[in-house]
């Protein structure tokens, strides 16, 4: 296990050197995204209104607060990745995305694209909301307002982590290499239980 | 019956909701030091601390740990001596719950089921979660509050074994259920079980398990080795923090039980995550409230 310590915008190096199980902490810029600005941005047809080319997304709905024009964090966490796994692949190929934050993976047709053009899904410390929404400095931009909770969001990282490597861009998967050895270790746990 | 201020309920009601959801139970963030102490993998090891650093942000900001604030659940106890009026209790923990979304504030997570408008007041028809009990020679109302997010919550599971299939069906249901799980609930958490009871009862009583500090053992020799059992066995899958390998999968199994019907052998399990989020108020007859886990 490595650990690193990267800044946006990532480069397809900086992504390449990454093998699953690594340690990742990373400062600049990170885009929050969720499934309904997904669905604008690929089913609707709306194209982001800003680069997202190198940078890393998360898939959060943060709860913010507006003062003025300014957007303020309240409480920033995260969700579920499975559910958006169909919208990876374009993010990366389309929009040059690099690494997508998020807990619990995602399948196949995401890793096949990081392996392609070389991404990396991040996996972050689910429930440490407080954590996350301390390690983010400002929220820059808020596109697409009248999506809220769930539209583009621009915010500024300090020390982001720690982010485990579970996807890397060799096809390594973490979470299925975790569930394989699980599996190939339930005999003998069957066996010690009594139940085989 | 001795005039009761059934405000002072309410405030209950709200006070441990943000209690719950901000300040995690000294029992909780003991087990999780000490399975950082038995972990043995730097990269688990390192999940572990930004664990302890949430804690301590949520501690000095009183912020909440965990984003998600889930359902709220009310797990009543009414002392036999306890002047009370159940219908206002009930009326007061719904205003409770409902304030404690509004005024401190933080998001709401309940819906309709079939609109799906967010009433952004965590509650809503049948909301909160309300379990009564009773108990003689006691003049306090206790009140246990679970806010249960759902990502633990979505792992919940049951089956009406029969009594052929025996005890060892019930432990490779749990221990497959656990697998099945992976990095959803966010563990190492508690593994709460129920056995026994009806189909209804079986998953109160697995939520009631989740509802025990961290490791307290049941009473009963059989199932508390049972406990000892299950936990040695999850752990050793080697799924660990997040469901991205190490040692430690599970901070507790505990189990609560109950007689069956004969032909039955029935078996729940209800997970929760590692910020096992509980809090308690116990409320005296003459108004004196204490708070606690
Ligand atoms: S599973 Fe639990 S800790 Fe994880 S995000 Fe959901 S409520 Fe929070």
């Known amino acids: 296990m490595a650990t690193y310590h990267l800044q946006t915008p990532f480069s397809e190096q900086d992504m390449r050197q990454l093998k699953i199980g690594d340690i990742v902490f990373f400062d600049g810029t990170l885009f929050g995204i969720r499934d309904l600005t997904q669905i604008y941005i690929f089913d609707q047809n709306h194209e982001p209104p800003v680069s997202l080319a190198g940078f890393p997304i998360i898939h959060t709905a943060p709860s913010l607060r507006k003062v003025g024009d300014k957007w303020e964090k309240i409480c920033v966490g995260t969700t579920t990745s499975t559910r958006m796994d169909r919208f990876t692949p374009p993010l990366i190929e389309k929009y040059g995305v690099r690494a997508v934050i998020g807990k619990g993976g995602q399948y196949q047709q995401s890793l096949d694209a990081m392996q392609k053009f070389g991404g990396v899904y991040l996996a972050i410390v689910g429930g440490a909301a407080s954590l996350e929404t301390e390690l983010i400095e400002e929220v820059e931009e808020v596109f697409w307002e009248h999506l809220h909770p769930e539209a583009l969001y621009k915010f500024r990282v300090k020390d982001f982590g720690p982010l485990t490597v579970a996807m890397d861009s060799h096809g390594g998967h973490r979470y299925f290499e975790v569930k394989a050895e699980a599996e190939r270790r339930l005999p003998e746990i069957y066996q010690k239980l009594g139940v085989a | ?293």
């Open chain 2, 1 to 293: 019956m001795v005039d009761f201020d059934y405000n002072i309920v309410e405030e209950a009601a709200k006070q441990t909701y943000i209690k719950a959801l901000t300040d995690l139970p000294p029992d909780v963030r003991q087990a999780l030091h000490r399975a950082y102490e038995r972990e043995s993998q730097p990269a688990a090891k390192e999940i572990f601390q930004a664990m302890f650093k949430a804690i301590e942000i949520a501690d000095n900001k009183k912020t909440l740990v965990c984003q998600d604030t889930g359902l709220p659940i009310y797990i009543m106890k009414v002392g036999g001596d306890f002047p009370w009026n159940g219908a206002e209790i009930k009326k007061r923990l719904v205003e409770g719950a409902s304030r404690a979304t509004l005024e401190f504030p933080f998001r709401g997570s309940s819906t309709h089921i079939l609109t799906r408008i967010n009433p952004q007041n965590s509650v809503g028809h049948g909301l909160p979660v309300i379990y009564w009990d009773f108990v003689e020679g006691s003049d306090t109302l206790e009140m246990l509050m679970i806010p249960k997010g759902s990502g633990s919550e979505n792992m919940s599971t049951m089956k009406m074994f029969i009594p052929a299939d025996g005890k060892a069906a019930l432990k490779k249901f749990v221990l497959d259920a656990y697998i099945a799980s992976g990095s959803n609930p966010c563990p190492p958490g508690i593994i709460g079980v129920g056995i026994g009871g009806t189909a209804d009862l079986v998953m109160r009583l697995a939520k009631e398990a989740i509802a025990r500090p961290v490791g307290q053992r049941s009473e009963d020799p059989e199932i508390a080795e049972m406990e000892v059992e299950l936990e040695e066995a999850i752990n050793a899958t080697g799924i660990g923090p997040m469901g991205l390998g190490g040692d430690i999968s599970t901070l507790a199994v505990h189990i609560e039980w109950a007689y069956t019907h004969i032909t039955q052998n029935p078996v729940a399990v209800n997970t929760q995550c590692w910020p096992a989020r509980r809090a308690r108020a116990t409320i005296h007859p003459d108004g004196k409230v204490e708070y606690g886990f």
